[in-house]
């Protein structure tokens, strides 16, 4: 009873704060920071040289930024697939399944065709890929439509299934026979290999591939029709029947543009750095891509800024395994803090706490 | 003399830029019936949260009894004696009446049985309560939102807009209680913007206009013209004499529609048979969760037909029964629901965004881009006609008052220009201003031949607007009745289930 009374209470706001909005993303930043500091501590390690390997390094020589930015294009290509369903409530979590397929897709053409030449291969691999992507994204949207499956359920259970389909092809028909028995497909060739934007690095043209979508996804969310259409059936699904938009034509335009998206995502990665199907294409960018999704704040050009920290921390967290003696699962763990501090943050954007300052009165 | 029983001084209120109230005075006497008048937007919602402890006031005191009073939440209020009944019921649908009253009154079920049954002896208020509360009426569920907060033996009540839920012959059953209760030593404040009423019950008026006290008078001293010209600040304009019509296209009409909706707890349609001409406007009386909901959602396309059921529904001679709400408006449907938020209208958008809603057909969009000059344009437009009070278009939906949202999107589907207008509770929560304002819209628009659908709780309201009227009761439609030859009593009895008098009929 008494502890109630200096608890502050969640006053809802008569309008959306901008001022928290803005701040939302650096403060859960700086609060997961300064978390994950202390845990740092308390494993005995020391923080100093945790925050030198893994916030600084990534940007102090060109080699490790390009890394950074190698990393940020599948996140943010994922990502920005990702926020339109979630800003029309279609929680499409099955990114790294889409993603998988897409790889899958787009190393058919190098499998099957390896001694093929010309400049059209790689293009080719990359809307394989993303069609891929689409397709396997279909899948859920057909049972969510159809039976009402719950499309969080059935993209995450097909991520599964797709993980098990790679490892069925690379075991068996699409297994490399001069591999050694490693799971892993052929080396493809010069042409499937998507060209690089900057001599001496990894970085390819993928990135300004998933730049030029992020503009088509500004396009799309804050000015077509379509995109609007979205938005209504995320933020009143009854104002969206009421004004005739079609439910289900929403559903299937979330998941085939996130599916399309995480495909093209996966298309690039082998095409790129990998330049073979492998077992390991995929370190979890289809669930990092959501955090991403939410801390750029559903907005694409929030997502663009939230690729970079999410790519910039991956990298800083590999450093700080090698250099800080980190265990991968504190990357992780800094990951879930930042989503977590995030999700408080932006609980102000609509709230606003107020503390009892009128129970001194009642006391008299 | 002794003290009021609640005394204000000076309270005020400011969301933001908005003043809700300013430098409020008010006393509530001992045993009275204490009106507070006022549009919608007034501040009269505003003040009773503040009463109640749901809000703070920014500045000013109150005195309960002579002692000071906190103001600080409504466990603290409750605690002193004060008890509200909110316009918008707050029962456990699943739960019998005795489970709902026990979540708030502690005590043992047999125990609260019985006094549940005392009070309504005593004051009116009888009310079964084993009953689960999805078989209970309106009415009863008003009774039960009254029982559970006198098990409190509260000195004052607060009743927002009691009387907007109920058919005639049971808003004088509801005054006998209130009355009662006066007389058992319980002052009420009663909110309202229906003049009839006030003048019929209340000993007190407090009158509001724009966040401000305009007038503190006996309701009985003076006549209804009045009271409306210290609440709304002029004169009412007269209402437009309807000249009968006759002969218009049949705009709707609906044939033998028998429907079973999915959830259980709505209401089934059963025989259901309306037309409504060009030129002529239909109303459908009767009280809420009659069937209005799945009516009006057969009507706009939200709740398809099936397949099989061919020729039920048709708008300007199609049948359209297995057509979507879009495919329905194309064809010059256009329609104003009775939830305004999150049906109508988008809360988290703005104004201009939320015009596009069902606007976006004129003209509004390029190339499959929004044309954010023309929709703002539009919304701009829609604001000035239909006089929305709001800083401007960019204003998200949800910070507007429920009379000026209303407003918005009555004026955004007449904009449309459509030829069958259904508008469903056309001024619920609309102060008598604008809802004379928009009655004489209405009116003006059948005058130009629209076909108009009415779904109204308000008899009044259809009285003045409707040719035809219709009664929903239990999810069946009584005969149409021509306004001018009926009395508004025949009306309240098909509302409590009536049969037709001529059976062959």
Known sequence: ?364 | MTPPLLSLRGISKSYGPIKANQGIDLDVADRSIHAILGENGAGKSTLMKLIYGVEQPDDGTATWQGEPLALASPAEARKQGIGMVFQHFSLFETLTVVENIRLVVHGKTAELTERIRTLGRDFGLEVDPLAHVHALSVGERQRVEIIRCLMTNPKLLILDEPTSVLPPQLVERLFDTLRRLRDGGVSILFISHKLEEIRAICDRATILRAGRVTGNVDPREHDAHDLARMMIGRDMPEPMPAEPRTGGDKQLEIIGLNHTPDDPFAVPLADINLTVRAGEILGIAGVSGNGQSELAALISGETRLSRHEKDRIFMMDADVGQLGPAARRARGFAFVPEDRLGRGAVPEMSLVLNGLLTAHPLKLLKNGLVDRAQATAFAETCIRDYDVRTPGPQTEAGALSGGNLQKFIVGREIMLAPKLLFVAQPTWGVDIGAASAIRRRLIALRNAGMAILVISEELEELFELADTIQVLYHGRLSPPLVTRDTRPEEIGRYMMGAKPEKADA
């Open chain 1, 1 to 364: 009873m008494s502890m109630t009374h200096f608890l502050p209470n969640l006053v809802r706001r008569e309008r959306a704060s901008r001022k928290a909005m803005l701040l939302a993303p650096p403060l859960a930043l700086a609060a997961a920071i300064l978390l994950n500091l202390a845990l740092y501590v308390l494993m005995g390690r020391d923080p100093a040289a945790v925050v030198h390997a893994m916030l600084l390094e990534p940007f102090l020589s060109w080699s490790s930024f390009s890394e950074v930015l190698l990393k940020t294009g599948p996140l943010l290509l994922i990502a920005q697939g990702l926020a339109i369903g979630f800003r029309a409530k279609v929680f499409n979590i099955g990114a790294e399944g889409q993603f998988i397929l897409g790889a899958i897709f787009a190393s058919a053409i190098p499998i099957w065709f390896p001694q093929a030449t010309g400049g059209w291969i790689w293009p080719s691999m990359l809307l394989l890929g993303a069609i891929g992507g689409a397709l396997w994204a279909g899948i859920t949207a057909f049972w969510r439509v159809r039976l009402n499956a719950n499309e969080i359920l059935v993209s995450l259970m097909l991520s599964l299934v797709a993980a098990q389909l790679l490892y069925y092809l690379l075991l068996g028909p699409w297994k490399d026979p001069n591999g050694f028995n490693f799971p892993q497909s052929v080396m493809f060739q010069y042409d499937a290999m998507v060209p690089t934007l900057f001599a001496g690095t990894r970085v390819n043209v993928s990135l300004l591939i998933a730049i030029v979508l992020s503009l088509a996804a500004w396009v799309f969310m804050q000015k077509s029709f379509m995109g609007y259409k979205l938005q209504v059936g995320g933020l009143a699904p009854r104002a969206a029947g009421y004004a005739g938009f079609s439910e289900g034509r929403a559903i299937w335009l979330s998941l085939l543009i996130g599916g399309f998206a995480a495909g093209l995502a996966g298309a690039a990665e082998v095409a790129g750095p990998l330049g073979q199907l492998q077992r390991s294409i995929s370190t979890g960018y289809g669930y990092s891509a959501i955090i991403v999704a939410y801390l750029g704040g559903l907005h694409p050009i929030g997502i663009v800024v939230s690729a970079l920290v999410m790519a910039a921390i991956s990298i800083g967290g590999d450093n700080a395994m090698v250099s800080a003696n980190l265990p991968i699962a504190a990357v992780r763990v800094f990951q879930g803090s930042l989503l977590l501090a995030y999700l408080v943050a932006v609980a102000f954007v609509r709230y606003r706490l107020e503390w009892p300052h009128t129970t001194a009165r009642s006391q008299s």
